[in-house]
């Protein structure tokens, strides 16, 4: 997970840079103490407030001022945090799960950081075309 958010990290500021724009990194927190499940929890938490906040404002936003492709670019982002918000609560549940029961995994765009299901992928990253063979492959 952590390896597909520094890939749309880097993405992320590259484009902005591109486009003229001006980059502020995120502020780094100090972390708590806290078990691997607690730790989840509050990224999934932080993912869902962003996502109902500051990326809905966003999409609408770029909408509004007929910027599609800035629209565009923001579902995109969201879409695959949406999709790493599922990951991480499967990845709770299996957590729970008694040992010797097989575990599911998935697969990261080492281009892009599009997260894909282990079980369920196509043989292209929508959304960069990279093939299913260069995934990282994590369970």
């Keep these: 997970m952590a390896f597909a958010e520094e890939v749309k990290y880097e993405n992320c500021k590259d484009a902005i840079g591109i486009l003229g724009g001006v ?16 730790h989840f929890q509050t990224i999934i938490n932080e993912k869902q407030r962003y996502h109902d906040t500051k990326v809905r404002e966003c ?20 879409a695959s945090d949406v999709k790493a918000i599922l990951i991480i609560q499967r990845t709770l549940c299996q957590m ?40 990282l492959i994590f369970e």
């Design 23 to 38: 980059f502020d990194p995120p502020i780094d927190l100090p972390v708590k103490t806290a078990s691997v499940e607690e």
């Design 96 to 135: 729970e799960q008694p040992e010797g029961v097989a575990t599911l995994g998935y697969r990261v765009c080492p281009r892009c950081g599009n997260i894909d299901d282990e079980a369920l992928h196509s043989l292209y990253c929508p959304h960069c075309m990279t093939q299913q063979s260069d995934f």
């Design 59 to 78: 999409i609408e936003g770029a909408i509004d001022e007929g910027n599609r492709f800035v629209a565009r670019m923001m579902t995109w982002c969201d």
